[in-house]
């Protein structure tokens, strides 16, 4: 990415389970900079410390494969890039099998209307442990940890949060979404709806714990105290259990309550690192304050096909809040020689350079960021091999020779039509939270589900050209070809149409 800082990625120091502080390494993000750095499976990131106080700075952590660590990471500055709504850290397995993220924080936030995220589990297919971390004052999400529950395709993975030390942080501190998933000897505190800054439309709605998608899921042995929202919420076919917690706060939804009592005590554990240079050096003893994965109690269960080089420079661009994206395989006939392609997305490209099987992107191939939002993949491919590339956003044109290539999204056989779907429909509800709004349409071309552009539920249905879904407070979005020919709307909500031809 241009202007990008080059980042040590080397392991240093000691891990946290010394309660000596360890040397740690600084990778500084310029101003106006979005940052990625990617941890692959087997990989170790540990003892960072990334600075973003530069003004416009921001940075990216994705994770990906399996038997990863993230470990003694320490963000220091509040993020003020207002660019789209990336996430921060996404701590999440792409294979089945398990990963840890331990003694992190996030603890100084992001400034009002800043659309980014702190933690997402955007694609988990496996189990993750996150465990002693500090997210405060963050003003889309604080720990979104329930989009893997959304549908199989998501990947259904769980997440163990432990220690965690939650504050202050919009829409939710902490959500989960799919069975066996749970928060343990944490905190969870929101003062007053006043000290949390708004997302990006504005809105402010600073839930505790969120219960979504999914049941099966627990919190043990927690402290929750949250003024002007719920305390705890189950949503959207979401339900859970709370057991041995003290919860100051409303309590709605499927949530089953054992052993509940008031009080709450909202001081952060002792093992949770309060400041980035804590965290980076290792300071805290984690080993001495949380439970293994595999010996909690109320615990459930104990796509990237590739290995992911960490990395401080990165192809990636875009204002998505997922991660990973979908594998884009292009597969040449095998009597093709030397074809060529051309594609656009608007969001972020990475090239899918090893795996145990499929077909990877060579360095000749190019991903170029265009500065507007866009970037755009060429290539040549043939002789019996094709390209990859996880890609994170909209593919919104396509230059090849169709009748040469066979393309493949997500696994499903997909043409350049199905591909290329230049305009966008969102359905926005967040002026009116408390009301639904029901709505159809109608479009001359083809439509599908867009999860850059909003939440996709499971009422949401696309058939045939026809979109029926509603929102409650939530914002639904597709992509179309052709033009809206049929519309019905009731309820409240905001409609936006852009044609992007």
């Given at each position: ?290 439970s293994s994965s595999s010996n909690t109690d109320g615990d459930g269960g104990t796509e990237d096909d590739g290995t992911d080089q960490q990395s401080g420079d ?188």
């Amino acid at each position: 990415m241009a202007g990008a800082a080059a980042a040590s990625v080397a392991a240093a120091g000691a891990s946290s389970s010394s309660a000596k502080a360890a040397s740690y390494d600084t990778i500084e993000v310029p101003a106006n900079t979005k940052k990625t750095i990617e941890v692959g499976a087997g990989e170790t990131f540990e003892n960072k410390l990334i600075d973003i106080t530069a003004d416009g700075a921001h940075v990216k952590l994705t994770t990906s494969g399996s038997g990863w660590t993230v470990r003694n990471v320490g963000v220091k500055g509040k993020n003020n890039n207002m660019d789209g709504t990336y996430g921060t850290f996404y701590l999440r397995c792409t294979e089945e099998g398990e990963a840890l993220a331990e003694n992190i924080y996030l603890g100084d936030g992001s400034v009002d209307r800043c659309g980014h995220a702190a933690v997402s589990d955007w694609d988990n297919h496996g189990t993750v442990t996150i465990r002693n971390i500090h997210v405060q004052g963050w003003s889309a999400d604080g720990m979104y940890m329930s989009h893997a529950g959304v549908s199989e395709s998501h990947g259904m993975g769980e997440t163990h949060v432990e220690n965690a030390f939650l504050k202050n942080n919009n829409i939710e501190n902490c959500r989960l979404g799919t069975p066996g998933s749970y928060i343990k000897d944490s905190v969870i505190h929101v003062e007053s709806q006043d000290a949390v800054p708004s997302n990006q439309s504005g809105q402010v709605n600073a839930r505790g714990l969120w219960f979504k998608e999914q049941s099966g899921m627990k919190a043990v042995n927690c402290d929750i105290s949250v003024s002007g929202s719920h305390a705890v919420f189950a949503s959207d076919n979401g339900s859970g259990t709370l057991e041995n917690c003290r919860v100051e706060g409303p309590v709605n939804g499927e949530v089953e309550q054992v052993n509940v009592s008031g009080s709450p005590d909202v001081s952060p554990p002792g093992s949770v690192p309060m400041s980035a240079e804590e965290a980076a050096s290792g300071e805290i003893d984690s080993s001495s304050n949380t439970s293994s994965s595999s010996n909690t109690d109320g615990d459930g269960g104990t796509e990237d096909d590739g290995t992911d080089q960490q990395s401080g420079d990165s192809n990636e661009s875009g204002d998505q809040t997922d991660g990973q994206g979908d594998l884009l395989e292009l597969v040449p006939d095998e009597s093709a020689s030397s074809v060529k392609y051309e594609f656009t997305v608007e969001g972020s490209v990475r090239k899918r350079t090893s795996g145990d099987s499929g077909h990877v992107s060579e360095e000749s191939d190019s991903v170029t960021d265009n500065g507007d939002g866009t970037v755009t993949v060429t290539g040549v491919a043939g002789n019996g091999y094709g390209d990859a590339f996880f890609v994170d956003g909209a593919i919104t044109a396509m230059d090849l020779d169709e009748s040469v290539w066979t393309l493949h999204l997500a696994g499903n056989e997909v043409s350049v039509d199905d591909l290329t779907l230049p305009n966008k429909l969102v359905i926005d509800g967040g002026n009116r939270p408390r009301q639904a709004c029901d709505y159809a349409f109608e479009v001359s071309g083809s439509v599908r589900k867009s999860t850059d552009l909003g939440s996709v539920q499971k009422n949401d249905s696309v058939s045939d050209g026809t979109i029926t879904g509603s929102v409650f407070g939530g914002k639904d979005g597709y992509r179309f070809s052709g033009d809206v020919t049929g519309f019905d709307l009731d309820g409240p909500a905001d409609i936006r149409v852009e044609d992007g031809s």
